[in-house]
């Protein structure tokens, strides 16, 4: 297979997977964010403190990561064709991408968090703020770098699932390598593809960590 | 403006409970500079803490500015520590607090961070701008709004964390060892600032320490806290003059009294004669020495300047035991100086 049979395959697999990361990454942080600053707030010594919010929250964080990607992958299969009408394709693997991700940016938001000065709560307590001002002028605001690494890290570990949701009909680079590099033993192919992957972690790698230094005070 | 009444607080950790406030009763004046000193443990982070509510007490009433804070939804003795009222939260942004850590964030600047209550009250942007830049003036920063926290020295900040303090124009500022984290230049130049304020603004001040060089040279009142509870009260000049203070003796040291120099000699008597205002200006050595033909040995002396007035403390010597000096100590006393007795063993008799 030359250059000029590959460029169009690669060009289209190309915007599935950054489709379905981009998506995923998407409702992850939308869910994720929030699930992670409740995990410190219901802690004991947090401003909204329920052990049994925390716990619930906890255990099902904890399940969510401790399952293996590729169960989660198959496991979820009636959800997906009730959420987006179909089980192949790039569209659905955004939804095993999302729940399989969002646990693990939980758990990392929540570290994040953790590490914001517990006197600056105190100091915006003391002026008179209750928790929703704790969480949008101190917590966010000053977590934020922490916060942005942990999304790089979290998108990087997306554009690997999304080429393991390739390998069972997820569509995107992933399933491009399986269906011509290994299928069809297109060696140079499949070079061709674990190279991209491979700049596609790199640069997202280096925006994150471009991003946190310049948000860093 | 602040009134504290039977306050207790009773931590339980791991089952165990430990008490860090014992019964305080705390009245803080309107305009005054309030210190309360103690070692660490004694319980004053935790009796600021609750001024504000910031930790509940486990009961007893805190009123600040005539509003009952423990009568208020989410106030109450032994509630949850989380879930302030509206009510509560209104008082405590007129309270003003300042940090020995300063608290500030790192991720605003210098302005955004004074503006952070205004913001919180719901005050427009430009009127926030104008009111933060004010305020910077007022505690000499003002080219700095534009700074980052990180970018400041320790003095700096403070006086960012006094700025941001004052932005709800309260009545009252509590400041938690706010120069504790300072060195010894930076704090009179924050005691200085604070004090000023407390003049210009008529803010009433109450702030803990366990620097007695705070409580002399900025307070107005000192309380000594010892094991969760308030031992020794009052004005300074008050508590100079009132024998056998501790917290005057640690105010105005005259050096150990165990040792060899602080006790005298075998079979003398020595005693501690403090004198302050119009009685510093008589010569009431050479006097006594005049009148009584005794010989005074003088072991240590100082004049220092406490609540801005001069007050000296001498300790000396005369031959002879406790009775044979009556006469002389009674003559001290005539002058209106006071006089403490210190016995052999170094305690005040």
Known sequence: MNWDDMQPLLHDATIETLQMVGIATLVTLLVGLPLGVLLVLTDKGGPLRNAVVNKVV?????????????ILLVALIPFTRWVVGTSIGWQAATVPLAVGAIPFYARLVESAVRGVDGGLVEAVHAMGGGTWAVVRKVLLPEALPALLAALTTTVIALVGYSAMAGTVGGGGLGNLAITYGYMRFETNFMIVIVVELVLLVTLVQLLGDFAVRRLKR | MITTKDLTKVYTSRGRQVSALRGVDLHVRTGEVYGVVGTSGAGKSTLIRCVNL?????????????????????????????GAGRELRAARGRIGMVFQHFNLLSSRTVRENVELPLELTGLGRTERRRKAGELLELVGLGDKAGAYPSQLSGGQKQRVGIA????????????????????????????ALLRELNQQLGLTVLLITHEMEVIKSVCDSAALMRDGRITESGTLTDLLATEGSELARELFPLGDPDSDLGTGRPGATVLEITFQGDSSSQPFVSQLARTYQVDINILGAAVETIGGRQVGRMRVELPGDHQDNVVPIGFLREQGLQVDLISPNGVVA
């Open chain 1, 58 to 70: 906890g255990a099902i964080v904890n399940v969510g990561r401790s399952l293996p990607f590729v």
């Open chain 2, 164 to 191: 941001r303090a004052l932005a709800g124009d309260p009545k009252v500022l509590l400041s938690d060892e706010a120069t504790s984290a300072l060195d010894p230049e930076t704090t009179r130049s924050i005691l």
């Open chain 2, 54 to 82: 910031l930790e509940r007490p486990s009961s007893g009433t805190v009123t600040v500015d005539g509003v009952e804070l423990t009568a208020l939804p989410g106030g109450r003795p032994g509630s949850a520590q989380r």
